[in-house]
């Protein structure tokens, strides 16, 4: 059973189902936006939108209030070339975003340069400062250097709702369960126009407070 559940026919067919229910499930939840006019006035220009890991399973629901407010620019996903960050790149694809994978230790060079192009020909980018392995709610710094490099502000959100299955892992990853109540948060976006190592710790602070925010909205 767990050599099929690895074939990538039924690897496929999870990511579907996935997509689909995670798209049923935030649609039924009753939102509550905190910063609202930070993602309004977001969507003109591209950003590097940054959330924690454990929060990866709802954060298309920003994008899902995005497009009601407006939103018309494409997203690009940063996704692990793992197993499992394949699995999720594919569900974030079905739920309609771009994906580019690479990460810190494999394919970085090239994943940066993907960002890099799709930020410039106007898209937002989607990145999880502490995937794919963590420690959690530490952000490595591609984010800071990736907003460096392109001038692109970064834009930390934190999702969170209240009805959600806490899954065992080293994210703590929340998946979430329909007919909730659920909170966008959304921080100022952080403009990286010095060394962006200085700029790291601000951006880390700002996921914390935004997760917080959403968790306690």
């Known amino acids: 059973m767990k050599k099929l559940l690895k074939s990538a026919p039924a690897q496929a067919a999870l990511a579907w189902l996935a997509a689909v229910y995670i798209d049923l499930t935030l649609r039924t939840q009753r ?17 590097i939108a940054a959330l924690w890991h454990e929060s990866l399973a709802t954060g298309s629901g920003m994008w899902l209030i995005a497009r009601k ?28 975003m771009g994906l580019v994978s690479g990460s810190s230790s494999r394919g970085g060079a090239e994943a940066v340069e993907a960002l890099t192009l799709a930020l410039r020909s106007g898209k937002h980018v989607a990145i999880t400062p502490d995937g794919p392995r963590g420690p959690r709610r530490v952000a490595a710094p591609g984010v800071a250097r990736l907003a460096a490099m392109t001038g692109a502000p970064v834009l930390p959100f934190g999702v969170w709702t ?9 994210d703590r990853l929340r998946f979430p369960l329909p007919f909730g109540r659920a909170v ?6 952080i403009h990286v126009t010095g060394p962006w190592e200085e700029a790291l710790p601000n951006i880390q602070a700002a996921l914390v407070e935004m997760q917080d925010k959403a968790a306690h909205g």
Do not use: C, F, M
């Open 184 to 189: 966008l948060a959304v921080g100022t976006p």
């Open 31 to 47: 939102w509550h936006v905190v910063g609202g006019e930070n993602l309004q006035a977001s969507l003109e220009t591209p950003v």
């Open 162 to 170: 209240s009805r959600a299955i806490t899954l065992n892992s080293w």
């Open 69 to 96: 407010l407006g939103l018309r620019r494409g997203v690009v996903v940063l996704s692990s070339q793992h197993r499992d960050g394949k699995l999720i790149g594919n569900i974030l694809r079905h739920l309609g």
